[in-house]
């Protein structure tokens, strides 16, 4: 099984901020990594794809690095529709979800 | 646009089979390359992929359910179906369906989503 391991869990930062959220695979998965955002009570939102390809209508803010086993979704200025907790997910084999980054405010 | 929305019973007993059908809306599920997908997020933790079906019928399973998880799919109905028997508290969840995109010109990714059902296991 391929593990995915996010940081930090929580991360408290202000409006405007830069936010950077790292994930890790226990193997290389390539460029097969796609970020999602929750909001309390709402299903997860597809952000990115294919490690750095921004899904149609998000917000250039959004960006996605990576390849193999290290990732990271960068949030170049921090808005207040931002607060949420945001999840990688790898589709090398099988699928897996990190365990969530929750961005709250500081 | 393709829409997705979950069904089925909101509790089910120990022991027993929690049953959950989505419907696709907008699109056929016949129409691409795609697999049809389940997922849950107990209360307050992660998600979890519970696996998926194929048009074709095909399917696969988190290796951690396999034994437990059938996923079904109903063309006429445009329709596909999750089972899992002999639940315990632990499969108390927020169950979503979604429809994952593993091909061209998508190449990956969880899109749409349905808007998820809780199921609680108690007696």
């Known amino acids: 099984d391929i593990q995915m391991t996010q940081s930090p869990s929580t991360l408290s930062a202000s409006v405007g901020d830069r936010v950077t959220i790292t994930c890790r695979a226990s193997?290389?998965?390539?460029?097969?990594l796609a970020w999602y955002q929750q909001k309390p009570g709402k299903a997860p939102k597809l952000l990115i794809f294919?490690?750095?390809t921004l899904e149609s209508g998000v917000p250039s803010r959004f960006s996605g690095s990576g390849f193999g086993t290290d990732f990271t979704l960068t949030i170049s200025s921090l808005q207040p529709d931002d607060f949420a907790t945001y999840y990688c997910?790898?589709?090398?084999?099988?699928?897996?979800f990190g365990q969530g980054t929750r961005v709250d405010i500081k | 646009q393709v829409q997705l929305q979950e069904s089925g019973p909101g509790l089910v007993k120990p022991s027993e089979t929690l049953s959950l059908t989505c419907t696709v809306s907008?699109?056929?599920?016949?129409?691409?390359?795609?697999?049809w997908t389940w997922i849950r997020q107990p209360p307050g933790r992660g998600l979890e992929w519970i696996g998926y079906?194929?048009?074709?019928?095909?399917?696969k399973y988190n290796p951690s359910l396999n034994s437990r998880v059938t996923i079904s799919v109903d063309t006429s109905k445009n329709q596909f179906s999750l089972k899992i028997s002999a639940v315990t508290a632990a499969d108390t969840a927020m169950y979503y369906c979604?429809?994952?995109?593993?091909?061209?010109?998508?190449?990956?990714?969880?899109?749409?989503w349905g808007q998820g059902t809780l199921v609680t296991v108690s007696s």
């Open positions: 979604a429809r994952d995109r593993p091909d061209d010109p998508f190449d990956g990714g969880f899109d749409p």
């Open positions: 907008g699109g056929s599920l016949s129409r691409g390359s795609f697999y």
């Open positions: 079906v194929y048009h074709s019928g095909t399917t």
């Open positions: 193997q290389s998965i390539s460029k097969w």
């Open positions: 294919k490690a750095s």
């Open positions: 997910q790898q589709y090398l084999s099988f699928r897996t």
